[in-house]
């Protein structure tokens, strides 16, 4: 189900030339990058997997703050790592994506945490985006100790 927004809060525009062996900057300037393709060592580029996992991730850890916001807790120094996968599939297009979010936040035990991650997946614009398209993994971690 397709949801439209009701308000636009943010708008950009990134334009890509080459494909995966191009560039992509946004039209303000402040990312430009050389892209070449995951397997390939190309010293100096990215690729769109790793772009998409650093937005997801930051993404991510936003939601999970405002969310530890509403039960009185502080989510700043929570860890969120994502993991984009590309791989085949058996569909007519032949490749997708796979995400595993793994988070951590000190003093917190992965239990505790886990609703927290349900809720933020909840709130969070990206994985309301991929929600029902691609496999999406909460994993929570023991955060041990708060000064650790």
């Known amino acids: ?3 439209p ?9 990134a334009h890509a030339d080459g494909g995966r062996t191009g560039t992509v900057r946004t039209q303000d300037g402040r990312l430009d990058v050389r892209l070449a393709p995951p397997r390939k060592n190309v010293p100096g580029t990215t690729n769109p997997e790793q772009l998409f996992a650093a937005g997801f991730a930051a993404c991510f850890t936003s939601a999970l703050a405002e969310v530890a916001a509403e039960f009185g807790a502080d989510a700043s120094t929570a860890r969120v790592a ?11 297009a ?18 505790d945490l886990l609703p927290l991650l349900h ?9 309301q985006a991929v929600r029902g398209n691609i496999e999406l993994s909460l994993l929570a971690e023991d955060g041990g100790t708060a000064d650790a």
């Open 1 to 3: 189900m397709t949801v």
């Open 5 to 13: 927004l009701t308000r636009t809060l943010y708008r950009t525009t």
């Open 82 to 92: 994502c993991e984009v996968r590309l791989g085949t599939t058996d569909t007519p």
């Open 94 to 111: 032949g490749y997708g994506l796979a995400v595993a979010l793994t988070v951590s936040l000190p003093g917190w035990t992965a239990a």
């Open 119 to 127: 809720r933020a997946d909840a709130v969070c614009p990206y994985s």
